[in-house]
């Protein structure tokens, strides 16, 4: 089975895997602190050669955040409603949603983070359940429990973001007014 992962991110939300990409921002604000890249592709390789039965070849975790404060809630602003789950026949692939809040994660440490991703991702698998029409050859409870057995495998020091190898220092601007990125070498920004 093949595993993908689409992320809606709101305005605010800030992801610590950026600052690798020379971002700045405030810190004090919140942060995700999990590489999603990382997480995706664990999860990719776990699933990698697995089936489940003949109807699902793929599952596509909609992975949003929302922000509830800012208006941006379920449902809004392009958000799906958080029991949102589709099936494609002609594809042989499965969509379903797993939701956090952002005010809810945003102050969170990556180990808690981590246990909230798990628990979105395993509640986008059981808005399988609430479906009327589901294909008859798809294992969702062995699909499940295999997704169980490869998350207690994903531990924070395969996803979380290495701060050690970051300068977390406030942005700073040359003379003309132009960003410096600092993880960054010389060759990689282009002007």
Known sequence: M????MTTWPAKARDAAK??????FDLSQGVWWLDLCQMEEFLKQRLSGQSFGAAVDVFIFGFE???AVDGTAIGSSGAMPADFSRYT????????????DWHD??????????VAYKAALLRAVDNWYARKRRPRDFDVE????????????LTTAQCAVDLSLLDLSLPEWDEDGRFIYKNLSAHDVLE
Do not use: I
């Open 105 to 114: 994660v945003r102050f969170l440490d990556a180990s808690a983070q981590l």
């Open 65 to 67: 955040m929302y922000d």
């Open 2 to 5: 093949e595993f993908r992962q």
């Open 89 to 100: 026949p002609k594809l042989r692939q499965l969509l379903s949603v797993g939701q956090l």
């Open 19 to 24: 600052l690798k990409s020379g971002w700045r």
């Open 142 to 153: 062995a699909f499940r429990a295999y997704l169980l057995d490869s998350l207690a495998g």
